[in-house]
């Protein structure tokens, strides 16, 4: 759906959550900025038991000059749309208000059931959607401080201060808005009350230590998503703990906050194994965060409460990972077999089409942001999801075959090029040519039946992780040369070599 397609309405209500946050309230209004700028009759509402009394909110509210209204008529009819932001209508922490017709744009999983939909549960707020969707049919921010300032602190208070992005398009945003940051930084500091002290307090008293991991597991109250965060940076400082888990219970289901200071554990890895498929998680190394829905959970784990599955992730997920350190590695090709490469079409692009030589940048991918310099000894590669990474000339020249074409490729999120010189943004799909493996490379490879973290000898201080279905491959002549080859791309790039078969 994009925001054009509610055009058609006159009358339109935007409807926050009850109990509105800071990312629900930065949505309905970019919204309402967008729509009333159409000319619509345009309305921004929220309904529950409560008004917004948090200290942070009302400065928002009064200091953006927020037109959201307090509604508390349950029996109240709107005529045209009724689109409910950051929620979905029909679930626990929505008012039902009546209307004609029915839209959803929200970051949450939900079954909406509504045709006018634009769910996107990877991203890390609401606020980034709303935003995308707005740059997507042409608005442009330029000049619109008190806007950006509301989208900006909608993403740092749902993503605890920014440890926990989900996906590229959070960091897009949190990139290119021109915001007010004193006043970003009052609304941060006016974020915890003496109710919220309480919270922390409590949860640093209901925890679980699992000696054998050295992680430690809390439970919260229902609060503020940014409070989370504190809590867990907070215990992370305890001597016993390298790794932490904080969840408690949201609308909808179960928030998580994950923090890490070991190399052995990723904090955004260990936050997606949790969630499963029940839910949505990322963030970056150290600090991460997730989202499990309540209906989802509740399907799949009848017989469970929350504490209960998590404790079993926890265990599975430590218990399930072996380590591979290349430095100490002996090579061990038992169970392997034979792989060669097939002819398939990649990406290519020389950065000195881009940029001079000595240029630094950064390349914004759907796995992560990658930082480099043009030295004119490399190209940068992209694979058949959008994964980007850099192949040497003379490799390249060896193995590929350069065609006339551009490289086209369907993608969530097409990788992008920023310099850090100028901050300027290039897309790589303007610059991207098709290149056509030659085929006939043999490896040895098996499938993983666990989690494997592999650390090179390039980036010993990190990890790749490989899932029970990837495959562990080396080369034929070097099997000291072992990487990890995500489950579907091998699928797609390398087929078995038939006994007898040159």
Known sequence: MQLTDLLIYDNITIQCHDNPDADALASGFALHTYFKEQGKTIRFIYGGRNQIAKSSLLLMKEYLNIPVEYCNDKEASFPGLLLTVDCCHGEGNVTDFHAEQYAVIDHHQCETGIALAEVMPTLGSCSTLCWSMMRDVGFDFTGRTELATALYYGLMTDTGNFAELHHPLD????????????????????????????????????????????????????????????ISDLTLQVDRFSTDLVYNEVPGGYKLSVRSCTKYVHANELATFLVGTIGSGGGHINKAGGFISASKFAAEYPDMTISEYLCERVKTYFTLTKIIDVKNYEPDTSG????????????????????????????RTLEGDLDMTVDGTFYIMIGLKGEVYPQKIEKFKSA?????????????????????????????????????????????????????????????????????????ACRESDPKDIYIIEKDIFAKTYTLVEEGEV
């Open 336 to 363: 392997t077999k034979l792989y060669k490469k097939l002819p398939i079409p990649l990406g290519f692009v020389n950065p000195l089409d881009i940029l001079p030589l000595g240029s630094r940048f950064m390349i």
């Open 171 to 230: 960091r897009d945003m949190q990139d290119s808005l021109v915001i007010n940051r004193p006043l970003v930084n009052q609304f941060y500091n006016s974020n915890i009350s003496i109710r919220d002290m309480e919270i922390a307090g409590r949860a640093m008293l209901d925890y679980q230590f699992y000696e054998d991991y050295n992680i430690g597991l809390f439970h919260a109250e229902e609060c503020d998503p940014n409070l989370l965060g504190l």
């Open 400 to 472: 590929y075959t350069v065609l006339d074409e551009p490289y086209q490729l369907e993608t969530e999120y097409y990788p992008v090029l920023r310099s850090h010189s100028d901050g300027r943004i290039f897309k790589l799909e303007r610059y991207a040519r098709t290149c056509r493996s030659a085929g006939g490379a043999q490896i040895l490879a098996k499938p993983l039946d666990c989690i494997l973290k592999l650390f090179t000898e390039w980036d010993p201080d990190s990890y790749y992780l490989g899932k029970p279905g990837d495959y562990l």
